[in-house]
């Protein structure tokens, strides 16, 4: 916000974007101004399967400043692309959090940047998102450092249930989403959201996803279902898009009017507002306001969204937050991903599981190491400009 503030100030043409559309949508609401996907930003078209983008070298953005928020999630394909549309003089800055979870496709660009030594860099230490007597703050900052969090029972923002097996953590996490927490914080139980490290197992997050829909969304003679490759939606579903689409079409109508385009992507949240069985169409509207119309051919892109893996957490925030997490490979269950879990919570975030396992994933910092070569790649491009030019 302060950026945006500066750039109005001095009539700086500045642009704000994400690498999901959850993440712009939170950036404009935090901006007040137009913020968008670097994708959309790009002006991107899909033709005969191909990505094309509106922007590029021959036809740089109409920019002084590009603002990238939650920038560890941009691969090296997408940010490549709006390094190209950058024109001559404009000014980049890159917004993000180091030690969370790396992007999913390809590169480590945010880290590499970082690591070349060859930008400048700040790190902000005080946090506004909680105040300061926050246990989410605290405790986030006790992981990220390898310490265990602070268990209080004054605390009102942070709670760490212990549960041992996972039929216990399913009916903890049930009985969480659908009573408890929706009197602690006012909120409906579909607002509450669910994340756990893995897909599988009794309480990972395809079963969580059918226990929490049996509770939240029930089925009733009144609401239209269709059921895609043995996974039941139906009207009222909190539903999530897995893979980019850049041909899906959709409509919004906001405050700039009634727009269209296409492109929806992985992670984009939504809830199903309609089903029509006979033609075996689905129609979702996405957090953004986007309204999208699903084939039955589009539908085995979309799961259930009442419960959602860590990573495709990346770059969304949720006013309550429960933290579902079991045995399993130390690959997955380390520090890294417990520190991002318990950073998407803005209000209220509540882990269930061993205090073996919490202990487990505090202590273990193993990162699998990505062989990007940006970092080398930069600093030989520094020593190159060096020789020309000094």
Request: with cysteine; charged share 25%.
């Amino acid at each position: 916000m302060c950026v945006s503030y500066i750039c109005a100030a001095l009539d700086i043409k500045a642009e704000y974007c994400c690498p999901t559309g959850r993440a712009a949508k939170r950036l404009g609401a935090s901006t007040g101004k137009n913020a968008k996907t670097i994708h959309r930003l790009l002006g991107m078209e899909a033709r005969e399967d191909r990505l094309v983008f509106a922007y590029d070298a021959s036809n740089p953005l109409e920019a002084d400043l590009v603002v990238v928020d939650e920038a560890s999630m941009a691969d090296a394909v997408i940010f490549n692309s709006l390094l190209k549309a950058l024109r001559r003089g404009c000014r980049l800055v890159l917004v993000g959090d180091k030690d969370q979870l790396p992007s999913v496709g390809a590169g480590n660009v945010l880290a590499d940047v970082i690591k070349s030594r060859l930008f400048s860099v700040n790190e902000l230490t005080h946090i506004y998102r909680q105040s300061e007597d926050s246990y989410i703050v605290t405790n986030a900052h006790l992981i990220n450092s390898g310490k265990m969090p602070v268990i209080e029972k004054d605390s009102k923002d942070f709670f760490f249930i212990a549960r041992d097996n996972q039929e216990d953590i399913l009916n903890e996490v049930t009985g969480l989403v659908t009573t408890r927490l929706p009197k602690f914080t006012s909120l409906s139980p579909a607002e509450i959201q669910v994340l756990a490290p893995m897909k599988s197992g009794l309480a990972g997050v395809a079963n969580l996803n059918r226990t929490l829909q049996a509770k939240i969304n029930p089925f009733e003679r009144s609401k239209s279902e269709i059921n895609v490759g043995g996974v039941v939606f139906r009207t009222g579903d909190k539903v999530m898009q897995t893979v980019n689409d850049y041909n899906m079409e959709w409509e919004i109508n906001d405050s700039e009017g009634v727009r269209s385009g296409k492109g929806v992507f992985n992670g984009d949240i939504g809830y199903i507002t309609r089903i029509d069985r006979t033609e075996n169409l689905a129609e979702i509207l996405f957090d953004d306001g986007r309204r999208a119309v699903y084939t039955s051919a589009d539908m085995p892109d979309l799961t259930l969204a009442y419960a959602v893996t860590v990573h495709k957490s990346q770059g969304s925030e949720f006013d309550a937050l429960v933290v579902a997490v079991t045995n399993g490979p130390p690959t997955i269950l380390n520090r890294n991903l417990l520190y991002t879990a318990v950073t998407r919570a803005k209000k209220t975030v509540v882990l269930v599981c061993s205090k073996r396992m919490l202990g487990m994933m505090v202590k273990n910092n193993y990162i699998e190491e990505r062989a990007t070569m940006l970092k080398a790649f930069l600093k030989e491009e520094k020593q190159k400009r060096s020789a020309l030019y000094l």
